[in-house]
């Protein structure tokens, strides 16, 4: 699992590609996507690209520019201003290698950089699972096992550079996805559970500059001929969101099975927007839950999010506890 060697460094490989935009006001959490050449504008209302329905957003408030080693912020001389770090910006560059965070009005604009999926050594996400697809046929005829391991960071978000070591260390035959915007998902084909159980230590190790990673692991084998690649990933995903910082490797079990992460890439088809958008936020939810103890003053304060609205939200979603609790 450990050490695996890539032809050239994975720094140089990566291009740059498609942006997503997280953005958290006092009402909802929207999601959108800047990809390469893309010009857009943020806003209240039209003729904003856009939508926003916050009253802290002039109707057209900032515009953000697709840049090859990033975007370009422009604000557009609103009313309550864009703020990075709490510094008025009236233009600047963003690089898109990590995680940014930007402020228009009372509205949190998120700035992720989405992996290429051409990059060497990270597949799509709908190649990676036709990958376990086929592992797992090959595991049922031939009487192989396989696993899989899921990384997240815990109290900041997984950057680009995170995601390129933990690549590098890992074999050649193993398989690497974004499967969420913070979320690594990694197949190991024909590796037993104690050895997973072992590479992951060594991937969520401390490093010095790095965020705190926590692993959810699971086993082929911990299902028999029932495995299927539905049920692995739900079962890896329910053991991720119990990992914390005492305990950061989390073998999943069965009776830990739970609804995955799903695919918050925005598609050209809108009609499962809606979907996408629930899913996010219900993840993002539980995970403040989860690091706040379900406190759920606490809990609103992490997501930027009035407590009378994250209380209707929880009963909403039926989220009575934090996974795992």
Known sequence: MLHGQL??????????????????????????????????????????DLVIDDRSLSRVHARLTWQPDGIFVEDLRSKNGTTLDDKPVVSMSLRADRTQQLRLGNVQLTVRSELNAATPGFDAREHFLD?????????????????????????????????????????????????????????????????TELAARWLVRERSGEPQLVCGVVSSDQYGPAATTQALIAAVSGACRTATQSQPVVTATTEQCAPPFRETTIPDNQS???????????????DALHRSGNNQTQASRLLNMPLRTLVYKIRAYGLRKAAGD
Do not use: W
Not at 32 to 44: C, D, N
């Open 131 to 195: 990958r376990v697809d086929e592992e797992l046929r090959r595991a049922g005829a031939f009487r192989r096992t396989l696993s899989l391991l899921m990384l997240r960071a815990l109290s900041a978000e997984l950057d680009v550079q995170v995601a390129l070591r933990v690549r590098k260390e890992l074999r050649s035959v193993d398989s690497v996805t974004l499967y969420a915007p913070d979320v690594l998902l990694i197949l190991a084909p024909e590796q037993a559970l104690t050895q």
């Open 7 to 48: 032809n050239a460094p994975m720094r140089a490989a990566l291009q740059p590609g498609a942006i997503t935009l997280l953005c958290t006001s006092t009402s909802a959490l929207q999601v959108f996507r800047l990809a390469p050449g893309e010009v857009k504008v943020i806003g209240r209302a039209s003729p904003a």
């Open 272 to 286: 499962h927007f809606a979907d996408q958008l629930r899913s996010l936020e219900v993840e993002l939810i539980r």
